[in-house]
Each structure stands twice: as C-alpha cells, then as structure tokens.
C-alpha cells in the first residue's frame, strides 16, 4: 500500500480470499466489503481491474464484490468496462448497513 503496488494488493486480497477453498472448484471470488469500500473511498479503481483479471485467469472465477455502497460500486465498474458485475450488497427500506441512497442510479451517464 505504501508503495502504491496496487496489482501486489489485488493478489493478496485474492490469494486471501481462495486460500481456504484450495482443491475445491470456485466459480466466484468474493472481493470482501472492507477491501471493497476501502479501495472505493481511496479511489484506488484500477484495483477492481487487477481483481477481477486475476479471479478470472488464475481461478476461472468469477469476480464478485461486496460493499455496503451498491450504487458507487456500480457506476465505478461500470466506468471500467464491467458490464453486469456481481454485487452483493444489502438493500431495506430503512437503509441499514447502506450508503448511497436506494434511489442513486446503478449506471454511470
């Protein structure tokens, strides 16, 4: 991080994340909320990139974020070329656990 090796960061999250499904057939990697909105709010984009190219060539996988800020994510991967991404995220009424508002657009303009 200090050494802005963002592509370094990516693995690791990833490395992190399929280390305990080793042997086993992993169709989606999760990107965890705390990376996700972390590398969201630092601006740090590119490192959505890095992610999902390394789930999909070294996994076979499927890249899938979760974040408590559905709407921001969207229109950030989208932006990255990420057409329908995976996204999981809580969505209530009383906005629990949200960011954004429910009515912020999904796509970018």
Same mark, same amino acid.
């Given at each position: 991080?200090?050494?802005?090796?963002?592509? /370094?960061?990516? *693995?690791l999250?990833?490395?992190?994340?399929?280390?305990?499904?080793?042997?086993?057939?992993?169709?989606?990697?999760? %990107?965890? *909320?705390?990376? &996700?909105?972390f $590398?969201?709010?630092? /601006?740090?984009?590119? +490192?959505?990139?890095?992610?999902?190219?390394?789930?999909?060539? !070294?996994?076979?996988?499927? =890249? #899938?974020? @979760?974040?408590?800020?559905?709407? $921001?994510? +969207?229109? &950030?991967? *989208?932006? %990255?070329?990420?057409?329908? =991404? @995976?996204?999981? +995220? *809580?969505?209530?009424?009383?906005?629990? !656990?949200?960011? /954004? !508002?429910?009515?912020? =657009?999904? !796509?970018? #303009?």
């Amino acid at each position: 991080m200090a050494t802005k090796d963002v592509e /370094g960061l990516a *693995n690791l999250l990833i490395e992190a994340e399929v280390k305990m499904f080793a042997g086993l057939d992993t169709p989606v990697v999760f %990107l965890q *909320n705390v990376a &996700t909105n972390f $590398l969201l709010g630092l /601006g740090m984009h590119e +490192a959505f990139r890095m992610f999902a190219d390394c789930a999909r060539n !070294r996994y076979r996988a499927e =890249p #899938s974020f @979760i974040t408590m800020n559905a709407p $921001l994510l +969207a229109r &950030t991967l *989208n932006r %990255l070329g990420m057409e329908q =991404p @995976i996204i999981c +995220a *809580n969505i209530n009424k009383i906005g629990f !656990r949200m960011c /954004g !508002r429910m009515q912020a =657009p999904m !796509r970018s #303009s």
